[in-house]
C-alpha cells in the first residue's frame, strides 16, 4: 500500500502525492529560486497544476482498479517541465500547458471511466437486522423515572435531566413574566454557593465537561457530556447538581445577561425569518402560553428580577417533575449511583399542572409584516396534534409524518419542492414541519420567494396541498418514502448523544418502549389508504394562519381575516 508523502516545495507549495510518484514529480517541481522570487504567484499556480495531475492519475487508477505507472504514463499525463536555469515564465506558456493538460486528462477520462448500470450485487443481498437499544429502568430514591442505556464503545457517558418546566410555565411564576424560563437556564452555570461563574467554568473546562442548559416550550433541560472515569464524572454531576440546588443569580449577571438578550431581540427585528416565526406563534396560539416568545420581548425582559428566576426554580426544578435519561459506559449499578447522587438535593415539590389544549382557528386568516427587502417569507398552516401515550395514536403519528415528508420534506423528491422550486423556480426551499408538543403543536410551511411572486408562490402552494388532499399521493411517492425514513431511522440511534435524545424526549413524554421498538412496525404497517386520510385530517387550508414578511401584500384573497402590522 502506498502511503501519502507531505513536501513543501522551494515555492513554498505544500503537496500531498503518492510515493510510486514522488520521484518524478519531485523533478517537474524544482522551480528555480529566481523564478520564486520575481514570481510567487506563478510558481504556485505550477506547483497546483502538477499537484492536479498527481491526484488525478491516483484517481484513475482508483477508479480502473490498475496501478498506475509514472514514467509510461507521462507522455498521457503532461507535466510541466521548468529548467532551472529558466528565470521567467510567461503567464501564456503557463495557460497553454495547462489546456493540454486538461485536453489530455479528458480524452484519458472518456477513455478509461465509464459509469456502472447498477450495482447488481445488491440484488440478492441479505436483509439488515436491526437491534434496538436495551433501555433499562429504574427510579431514584426521591422517585424520579430514570431510563438508562449502557454503551461501551466510548469512555464517555451522556445525562440529560429534563423538567416540565418550559417557557409555557412563565405565565405561573407571574402576569407577564415571559423569558423567566430562559433567563433561569442561562444562569444556572454563572455562579453557585461554592463556585462564582469565573471559578465554575475553570471547573468545567479543566474536567473537559460539557454542560448547559436550556427552556424550550414545554421542557426545561440540563444536559452533560463527560468521560466515564469515576475521577472525571464525579465532578461532572457535582457541578450539575451545584447548578440545580446551588444557582445564586447574581444580580449584576442577571443585568449583564438582559442587556445581552435584549441585544438579540433587537437583531430578531432585522431577521425576517424569525420575525415571521414569532408572528406565525402569537397569532396562532392566541391566548395559550404557546404564543409566547421563549426569550420574552423588550418590553418583559427588563422586569425580570432575582425573585422570579428564584420562584421559577423552587416550583418547577423539583424532583416530582424531573425525568433523567442517561447513555455510556456505566454499569447498572453505577448510573443508579449517579441518578442518586443528581437528585439527592432536590425537593420533592409538586408536577406541573396540565396545559390548556390550544384553540385552532376558526377561519383562514392572512398577517402581513412590511419589511424592506428583494423577497418575502411566507409561513402558513394550522394547529397541529399533541404528544400522546396513547398507542393506538402512533400509528395516525407516523401515518402523517410519511405523508408529509413525500408532500413537503427536505429532499428533492417532494411534492412541494418539484413544483414550486424545480418546475416553477419560485423558491430556493419549501418545507413543511410537524411540531408535537405536550400541548397542541402545529403544523407548518415555510418558503421565501422573491416580491413579485409571492401571489403565485402562495397560491401554487395552497393549491398543491388542496389538490393533494383530493387526490393523495402515488404509490410509488409512498413506498419511496416509508424506504426513506425506514432506512435513516438508524442513524437516530448511532451515537451516544442521539440514544440520549431519544431516551429523554421519551421518558419526558412518558412513552414506553416499545414506541421506538416499533416504529419500523409502524412505517410497514402503514397502508396507502391511512397515508393519504392523515393529511385530510392534519392540513386545513381552509383554516390555514398565513403570515408574510416583506415588501409585498398579496390582500385577503386566500383568506377571510387579514390585515397589515404597521409596527
Excluded at 52 to 74: G, K, R
Aim: proline residues 3%; aromatic residues 8%; charged residues 20%.
Amino acid at each position: 500500500m502506498n502511503h501519502p508523502i507531505k513536501s513543501l516545495y522551494p515555492n513554498g507549495c505544500f503537496a500531498v502525492f503518492n510515493k510510486t510518484h514522488s520521484t518524478q514529480y519531485i523533478k517537474n517541481l524544482q522551480l528555480s529560486k529566481q523564478t520564486v522570487k520575481k514570481s510567487p504567484l506563478l510558481a504556485m499556480s505550477v506547483c497546483l497544476l502538477s499537484m492536479t495531475t498527481v491526484f488525478t492519475s491516483s484517481a484513475y487508477a482508483n477508479l480502473n482498479n490498475t496501478d498506475i505507472d509514472a514514467d509510461s504514463n507521462l507522455s498521457s499525463l503532461t507535466t510541466l517541465k521548468i529548467k532551472t536555469t529558466q528565470t521567467v515564465i510567461s503567464t501564456e506558456q503557463t495557460k497553454q500547458a495547462n489546456a493540454v493538460s486538461q485536453t489530455n486528462e479528458n480524452k484519458k477520462t472518456s477513455q478509461t471511466v465509464s459509469a456502472l448500470p447498477k450495482l447488481s450485487s445488491l440484488e440478492n443481498a441479505p436483509k439488515l437486522t436491526l437491534t434496538i437499544p436495551t433501555i433499562e429502568h429504574f427510579k431514584t430514591a426521591n422517585g424520579v423515572p430514570v431510563a438508562f442505556v449502557r454503551s461501551t464503545n466510548i469512555p464517555i457517558v451522556d445525562v440529560s435531566i429534563m423538567f416540565n418546566a418550559g417557557s409555557a410555565r412563565d405565565g405561573e411564576i407571574r402576569d407577564s413574566g415571559y423569558g423567566i424560563a430562559n433567563m433561569t437556564a442561562t444562569m444556572l452555570s454563572q455562579g453557585t454557593k461554592q463556585l462564582d461563574e469565573d471559578a465554575f467554568n475553570r471547573q468545567v473546562e479543566q474536567y473537559g465537561l460539557d454542560l448547559s442548559a436550556q427552556a424550550e416550550r414545554d421542557a426545561f433541560s440540563i444536559s452533560l457530556r463527560s468521560l466515564s472515569d469515576e475521577k472525571y464524572r464525579d465532578h461532572a454531576v457535582d457541578l450539575l447538581s451545584q447548578m440545580l440546588t446551588e444557582a445564586t443569580f447574581d444580580s449584576k449577571v442577571l443585568e449583564r445577561n438582559k442587556a445581552r438578550i435584549l441585544v438579540f431581540l433587537k437583531q430578531q427585528q432585522e431577521n425576517p425569518s424569525a420575525i415571521a416565526s414569532l408572528r406565525f406563534y402569537k397569532e396562532l396560539y392566541g391566548e395559550h402560553p404557546y404564543a409566547q416568545p421563549i426569550a420574552g420581548t423588550l418590553e418583559t425582559v427588563p422586569t425580570l428580577t432575582r425573585e422570579d428566576l428564584e420562584n421559577f426554580r423552587k416550583q418547577f426544578l423539583v424532583a416530582s417533575n424531573a425525568s433523567i435519561a442517561i447513555t455510556g459506559n456505566l454499569t447498572n449499578e453505577q448510573a443508579k449511583n449517579l441518578a442518586n447522587q443528581l437528585t439527592v438535593k432536590l425537593a420533592i415539590g409538586e408536577p406541573a399542572k396540565k396545559l390548556a389544549d390550544a384553540k385552532p382557528l376558526q377561519n383562514s386568516k392572512y398577517v402581513h409584516v412590511p419589511f424592506e427587502g428583494s423577497q418575502t417569507t411566507v409561513m402558513m398552516g394550522n394547529i397541529g396534534n399533541k404528544y400522546s401515550a396513547d398507542p393506538s395514536k402512533w400509528q395516525d403519528r407516523t401515518n402523517f409524518a410519511i405523508a408529509n415528508e413525500a408532500l413537503a420534506g427536505g429532499n428533492f423528491n417532494a411534492r412541494l419542492m418539484q413544483e414550486i422550486r424545480k418546475k416553477r423556480g419560485l423558491t430556493y426551499g419549501i418545507y413543511g414541519s410537524n411540531t408535537t408538543n405536550m400541548s397542541n403543536g402545529n403544523y407548518k410551511i415555510s418558503f421565501a420567494t422573491r416580491n413579485e411572486k409571492l401571489n403565485e408562490g402562495i397560491d401554487e402552494t395552497i393549491k398543491l396541498v388542496n389538490k393533494t388532499r383530493k387526490e393523495g399521493l402515488t404509490q410509488q411517492e409512498i413506498k419511496l418514502t416509508k424506504d426513506q425514513l425506514s432506512n435513516s431511522f438508524p442513524m437516530s440511534f448511532a451515537s451516544n448523544a442521539g440514544i440520549n435524545s431519544l431516551l429523554s424526549m421519551m421518558n419526558f413524554y412518558q412513552l414506553p418502549d416499545s414506541y421506538l421498538a416499533d416504529y419500523l412496525i409502524r412505517i410497514e404497517n402503514a397502508d396507502d389508504a391511512q397515508i393519504n386520510q392523515s393529511l385530510v385530517e392534519n392540513i386545513h387550508p381552509d383554516k390555514f394562519l398565513i403570515v408574510t414578511v416583506g415588501d409585498n401584500y398579496v390582500g385577503d384573497s386566500y383568506v377571510s381575516d387579514s390585515y397589515v402590522d404597521d409596527k
